[in-house]
């Protein structure tokens, strides 16, 4: 595969994963039931213009009929007085109308055979539709149901790791708690045992208590003699 044609599969794959997160297919659905009721549409107004122009015909062949009629009256007349000629021109007249009459019966059976066949089109289109809005509107629940049920399982995956979060943050303070307990009790005892000075000195516990005992001596060694002073 060139490098062309990689960028081209590249590029429609990132297309296609684009358009998937943005359909929904309700509203592709919806768009669908749309388009159908717009042919429906369609085909009922083709019904009326075959009708209107069927209609349009029957009106002219209607009028043919009565000058045909009118052409054969006007030719008995003119028989009756001896004009064959005017009987004559008004029979070619009226063999010129009986073909239009004729021509226009033929275009108006096509018309009525137009007129049904668009009318049953309607009809097996009515029923096809009925029956993609019945699935339409089931696959939209379902749609709906599955998507409701996705995102509760999602905002419960979603406590879930936060109670686990909370749960590790607790079991850590508690094991930082005990250790800083440990560490405090150690440095106690070795404070306790003379192996560490305590904070603020750099006398060790023994050296202080020596020094402790020291000054207690020479405090009452003082008081003695200020006793004796007195007594003077």
């Given at each position: 595969?060139?490098?062309?044609?990689?960028?081209?599969?590249?590029?429609?794959?990132?297309?296609?994963?684009?358009?998937?997160?943005?359909?929904?297919?309700?509203?592709?659905?919806?768009?669908?039931?749309?388009?159908?009721?717009?042919?429906?549409?369609?085909?009922?107004?083709?019904?009326?213009?075959?009708?209107?122009?069927?209609?349009?015909l029957e009106h002219q062949k209607t009028k043919l009929e009565s000058s045909v009629n009118s052409l054969n009256e006007q030719a008995r007349e003119a028989v009756a007085?001896?004009?064959?000629?005017?009987?004559?021109?008004?029979?070619?007249?009226?063999?010129?109308?009986?073909?239009?009459?004729?021509?226009?019966?033929?275009?108006?059976?096509?018309?009525?055979?137009?007129?049904?066949?668009?009318?049953?089109?309607?009809?097996?289109?009515?029923?096809?539709?009925?029956?993609?809005?019945?699935?339409?509107?089931?696959?939209?629940?379902?749609?709906?149901?599955?998507?409701?049920?996705?995102?509760?399982?999602?905002?419960?995956?979603?406590?879930?790791?936060?109670?686990?979060?909370?749960?590790?943050?607790?079991?850590?303070?508690?094991?930082?708690?005990?250790?800083?307990?440990?560490?405090?009790?150690?440095?106690?005892?070795?404070?306790?045992?003379?192996?560490?000075?305590?904070?603020?000195?750099?006398?060790?516990?023994?050296?202080?208590?020596?020094?402790?005992?020291?000054?207690?001596?020479?405090?009452?060694?003082?008081?003695?003699?200020?006793?004796?002073?007195?007594?003077?």
């Amino acid at each position: 595969m060139g490098l062309l044609s990689r960028l081209t599969a590249t590029i429609k794959a990132k297309i296609s994963k684009l358009l998937d997160m943005f359909e929904d297919p309700r509203e592709t659905l919806d768009y669908s039931y749309k388009r159908q009721l717009e042919l429906q549409q369609e085909i009922k107004k083709g019904i009326a213009n075959v009708v209107t122009s069927k209609k349009r015909l029957e009106h002219q062949k209607t009028k043919l009929e009565s000058s045909v009629n009118s052409l054969n009256e006007q030719a008995r007349e003119a028989v009756a007085v001896n004009r064959d000629d005017l009987a004559t021109l008004a029979l070619e007249r009226k063999k010129q109308m009986m073909n239009q009459i004729e021509a226009l019966s033929t275009q108006i059976q096509d018309m009525k055979l137009e007129q049904d066949r668009l009318m049953d089109m309607d009809k097996r289109l009515a029923t096809k539709v009925e029956i993609f809005r019945s699935q339409k509107e089931t696959i939209k629940a379902q749609y709906s149901a599955a998507e409701a049920k996705v995102r509760i399982t999602e905002a419960t995956a979603g406590i879930g790791e936060e109670m686990a979060d909370v749960g590790f943050a607790v079991q850590r303070a508690m094991d930082k708690t005990e250790e800083m307990q440990a560490r405090s009790e150690a440095l106690d005892e070795l404070i306790e045992q003379g192996v560490i000075q305590e904070f603020g000195t750099d006398k060790t516990r023994v050296e202080m208590e020596l020094e402790k005992i020291k000054d207690e001596a020479d405090i009452k060694r003082e008081l003695e003699i200020m006793k004796q002073e007195v007594k003077r």
